[in-house]
């Protein structure tokens, strides 16, 4: 369900949000590592693991892959490849910060269960 267009990774639709907050954090960490902020990217996806049997994963990477779909929202660019858009459609990554700790996640409408730690999730 990736797209590409003579080898290049097509622009995404509505299928993946990002909120301003997370945006803005990711693109503060990113020119914090010296990436190039126009060419790279978050890389969205989703592993086995986690004792509800998936779980997401992050990383930042300079630029997107053959087969993968980017969106970009509030500047930032999205890399998600063909294996995770399926669990992904519809997600709106943000961020939270407080007294408990900050960090990113994944709001998915899709997940039917989640374990108790909130770390894995099953669709």
Avoid: K, W
């Avoid at 997370?22 to 503060?28: F, G, K, V």
């Avoid at 779980?55 to 294996?83: I, K, Q, W």
């Avoid at 961020?95 to 039917?112: D, I, K, T």
Wanted: glycine share 18%; proline share 2%; charged share 25%.
């Amino acid at each position: 369900m990736s797209s590409t267009i003579d080898g290049e990774p097509q622009l995404g639709g509505e299928n993946v949000g990002v909120t301003e907050e997370a945006a803005a954090e990711a693109l503060d960490l990113m020119e914090g590592e010296g990436m190039d902020i126009a060419e790279g990217g978050l890389r969205l996806f989703v592993q086995q693991g986690g004792c509800a049997g998936l779980s997401y994963g992050m990383r930042f990477e300079h630029e997107p892959e053959d087969g993968d779909t980017v969106y970009e929202r509030n500047g930032l660019r999205v890399f998600v490849d063909g294996a995770s858009i399926d669990y992904i459609e519809g997600s709106v990554l943000a961020y939270e910060g407080g007294l408990q700790g900050a960090g990113f996640h994944v709001e998915n409408p899709s997940v039917v269960s989640e374990c108790g730690c909130g770390e894995s999730f099953r669709t």
